[in-house]
């Protein structure tokens, strides 16, 4: 079992910069963590992943160059860096970990991650 316990959520006028984190407990082996959205209406959408013990990275290209995910295994939680926000980045973000398998971290579905948290909200005003 794990579990993840995301915050950072908030509003902000676009252009502006959230960080959020994922603080994770329990089992402590976890192949990969990512971060995931959900607009209202919206399937879930991959936003980027971290490989937790090599720390490679892979992102969405709607969000390359705008957000950085990076991770403290000292703290087993991981961190992303929102900049740049606009309006379309409005959802509830998910942080999710692949314990089971073996996922990698180009591999953007969903159902190759175990365990969610709970989400925490991001707003972005026009």
């Known amino acids: 079992q794990v579990q993840l316990v995301e915050s950072g959520g908030g509003l902000v006028q676009a252009g502006g910069s959230l960080r959020l984190s994922c603080a994770a407990s329990g089992r402590t082996f976890i192949y990969t963590m990512g971060w995931f959205r959900q607009a209202p209406g919206k399937e879930r959408e991959f936003v980027v992943a971290i490989g937790w013990s090599g720390g490679s990275t892979y992102y969405a290209d709607s969000v390359k160059g705008r957000f950085s995910i990076s991770r403290d295994s000292a703290k087993n939680t991981v961190y992303l860096q929102m900049n740049s926000l606009k309006p379309e980045d409005t959802a509830v973000y998910f942080c999710?970990?692949?314990?089971?398998?073996?996922?990698?971290?180009?591999?953007?579905?969903?159902?190759?991650?175990?365990?969610w948290g709970q989400g925490t909200q991001v707003n972005v005003s026009s």
């Open positions: 999710a970990a692949a314990v089971l398998r073996r996922t990698v971290v180009a591999d953007t579905s969903p159902f190759k991650y175990d365990y």
